[in-house]
């Protein structure tokens, strides 16, 4: 796949066309716009140098706030010895075939995979692009390649004076053939410059004085604002409507109705918002209508008694437990989690005769491009989807319903529309984190040795809808991730999948998919084992990974960091996890405090990190930071309810967030490694569930099962 | 029916309903877009601007309540004292990740700042709480504030 992309040559991706400049630091020159009339040289899709030497690098994967702009800035960078002063960023525009993420295919950000998917590939570009500046200024000079270095935008001839900026060379370099990506040498990890050592985002300052424009802030002329509502009830549809009521608000030009929605076309969000409230909407709610949370988890208990499709097994699981001295069972729930992204969901859309242009923050430049050919009717080329950086991401940009509704929208109104979705339709219509409900089982001996594991996990499968081929014999992979291979030895394993869709309700991906859902079983489960064996948790985990330096490494440095086993005052404890997801280890540390009244501190949490080389050592850290806040919030209150088919949560006073004055400090120590990098924008918000149970059950010996922790059961009197 | 706002030191002249909340005019009427709509409601902070240096709420202020007074916002809080020193620190340690909510966060800051020089922990806590981060900001943020008033 990158390989292929790589190969295109500069005619193929100028006719990509270009992105949106969102990081300037450009000198500015009078000669500028004669350099911007050469194409200058574009080896590959992910460069090209002007005459000016500036070096535009076309980031392939979506700024969601995890710093991948920067990080992927400085790979190429590294490899074409630019410094990263001289080099300016674009979104690159909707290409599976320029900008796929390797992992996957299409052109996705997700699953805390583009540092993995792209690290040999931007590395390879930018080597690829050094190698032709080399050659250029050998062939003026008439000497040997191998007789010049690069070094901060230009060629110096190594034994002698001369030296050439690339913006001297990129004429001569644009004519020269590409080598292919996988033969140009790259520079050994000694010697690099900007990999590995933290550098301050290149982001950061329009993020501070309000002109970073996210997709909610696209401005285009004559466009207008539309407030939206759409069926309360999953699958309704509006019957009928005030239109004339709606209209009589000052600034309301039109009402529209979709299938599923009403949208009020005004002036401005004010009035859009006053005119949807006008217009007295009346719903067909369809079928849904009395669905339940109580009933979906009652579907899922039941389902959760027979067997589901085997995701993996090994030894013989029911011979251990039969001979087991003690066997524990348990059931584990997790709740529907919304994402409450900041940026509210919104899109742009703009329908002409023969054209769609669609303004909007989308992980999935792609699939939003072919959705929106798909309703408009218009070939795949005549949609131009103008991607932005994202306010908030965490799953909920992977989708395209969003960008559904704003075409309905947009195909009723003359001219372009930007489509705002209150914060209550935000939450009431996100797609959520499935519910899932796990039953485990696992036996010890007489010394207290782990001798059998089982775990099947029920709940709906994000990967049957939204990538089929994914499926594996009846196992979604995702459903299982961080349960069917455990960091542990197990003697006997035993894990299986059952696949049960609740009605009404859209599931999705959400931060941490699959790990943050079983890291928090398995990691409770294996606490109540030691607990069981009565063994201290670290020791009983560490009997368990004799096989597994990397995770003993960070268990190690983590417990260490936070002076596990050092007394603590009553109703204080200490809980630990750890983990392999995403391609990092990781071990945490939790301290909390429980007040009589049951509510919980967290006052600390230490996460100790191996994630292989790190390419922006500060933006781990930021990801373990951000990671951690966003786990901890939803297994302290996050919980999306359903009645009469409706959420029962709307705003951030019923779905909470966490906010200063409730949030730990959260410590990161590396574990230093030369192994590949793993992914980190996920796993901190897998850690945190169970280290927070964990830490819960320490204190106050009370174990939580269902999340999120209900402290009403942490009461002391 | 028209209403003047004075909005960074310029007074404007708005055509829009007076119970409309200024984060639509600031926003949709002005296209001055680095206040940001976040909740609607007066829960999440992040259209905070100042109204005569006090932190409000856009999304709760209607713009037949502002009257005579100043607004600032984000456009402009960086030629405030408080406003440039924050801007500094937050590069300087690399605080936002999304981005969207720091606009909010970094006015409500300024206001802390411009009445409480040399805030506590305590006083962060009272100032800030009111400002949602999901991305989970919050110590760096904390931190900045520090910075910036050392």
Known sequence: MFDRSLRLNRRNFLAAGGGLVVALSLPSSPR?????????????????????????????????????????????????????????????????????????????????????????????????????????????????????????????????????????????????????????????????????????????????????????????????????????????????????????????????????????????????????????????????????????????????????????????????????????????????????????????????????????????????????????????????????????????????????????????????????????????????????????????????????????????????????????????????????????????????????????????????????????????????LAAAAKADPVEFRKALLSHNPRALGVLTLATQKAGWGAPMPQRQGRGVSVQFAFGTYMATVAEVEVGTDGTVKVHRLVCAVDCGLQVNPDTIAAQMEGGCIFGLTAASHGAITLKDGRVEQGNFDTYLPMRMDEVPVVETHFVNSAEAPGGMGEAGTAAVFPALTNAIFAATGKRIRTLPVDTKLLKSI | MTTNIKINGTVHTVDADGDTPLLWVLRDVLGMTGTKFGCGAGLCGACTVHLDGQAVRACQTPIDSVGESSITTIEAIGETPQGKALQQSWIDLDVPQCGYCQSGQIMSAAALLAATPKPTDADIDAAMSGNVCRCGTYQRIRAAIHRATA
């Open chain 1, 32 to 528: 500028r716009a004669a350099a911007q009339a050469s194409p200058g040289f574009a080896p590959n899709a992910f460069i090209r140098i002007d005459r000016q030497g500036i070096a535009t690098m076309v980031m392939p994967m979506a700024e969601m706030g995890q710093g991948i702009h920067t990080a992927h800035a400085m790979l190429l960078a590294e490899e074409l010895d630019v410094g990263l002063d001289q080099v300016r960023l674009e979104l690159s525009p909707a290409s599976d075939a320029l900008y796929g993420n390797p992992l996957f295919g299409p052109q996705s950000t997700g699953g805390s995979t583009s540092i993995r998917a792209f690290w040999m590939p931007l590395r390879q570009a930018g080597a690829v692009a050094r190698t032709l500046l080399l050659e250029a200024a050998a062939q003026k000079w008439g000497v040997d390649p191998k007789t010049c270095r690069a070094e901060s935008g230009s060629v110096f001839e190594t034994s002698g004076s001369r030296h050439l900026a690339y913006g001297q060379l990129v004429d001569a370099a644009g004519t020269l053939p590409a080598p292919a990506p996988e033969s140009v040498a790259l520079k050994d990890r000694k010697d690099f410059k900007i990999i590995g050592k933290p550098h301050r985002r290149l982001d950061t300052p329009g993020k501070v004085n309000g002109t970073t424009v996210f997709g909610i802030d696209t401005k285009i002329p004559g466009m207008k604002i539309a407030a939206i509502a759409i069926s309360p009830v999953f699958g309704g549809k509006p019957k009928s409507v005030d239109e004339k009521a709606a209209l009589a608000v000052r600034g309301v030009h039109q009402v529209v109705l979709t299938d599923q929605a009403v949208a009020v076309v005004a002036d401005h969000m004010g009035a859009a918002k006053k005119g949807l409230d006008a217009a007295a909407i009346q719903w067909d709610e369809g079928p849904n209508a009395t669905v339940n949370s109580a009933d979906i988890i009652r579907q899922l208990k039941e389902a959760s008694k027979t067997p589901g499709a085997v995701a993996r097994s090994e030894g013989d699981v029911e011979k251990a437990l039969a001979g087991a001295t003690r066997r524990l069972e348990a059931v584990y729930q997790l709740p529907f989690l919304a994402h409450a992204t900041m940026e509210p969901m919104n899109c742009t859309v703009h329908v002409k005769k023969d054209a769609c242009d669609v303004w909007v923050g989308t992980q999935v430049p792609t699939m939003a491009q072919t959705t929106a050919a798909q309703l408009t009717g218009l070939p795949v080329e005549a949609v131009t989807i103008h991607n932005h950086l994202i306010g908030g991401g965490f799953g909920r940009r992977l989708e395209v319903d969003g960008i559904e509704h704003a075409v309905k929208v947009a195909q009723q109104v003359d001219g372009p529309v930007k489509v705002i979705w209150s914060r209550e339709e935000d939450i009431q219509h996100d797609m959520y984190r499935p519910y899932y409900y796990d039953r485990l089982s696992a036996g010890l001996d007489a010394s207290g040795k782990l001798v059998a594991w089982t775990h099947r996990v029920s709940g709906s499968s994000v990967t049957a809808r939204y990538f089929p081929a994914g499926m594996q014999n009846g196992v979604d992979p995702d459903g299982v991730e961080g349960a069917d291979q455990p960091p542990y030895a197990f003697p006997a394993i035993h894990v299986e999948f059952k696949r049960v869709e609740p009605p009404a309700v859209p599931t999705a991906w959400w931060r941490g998919v699959g790990a943050t859902h079983n890291i928090f079983v398995v990691e409770s489960f294996i606490d109540e």
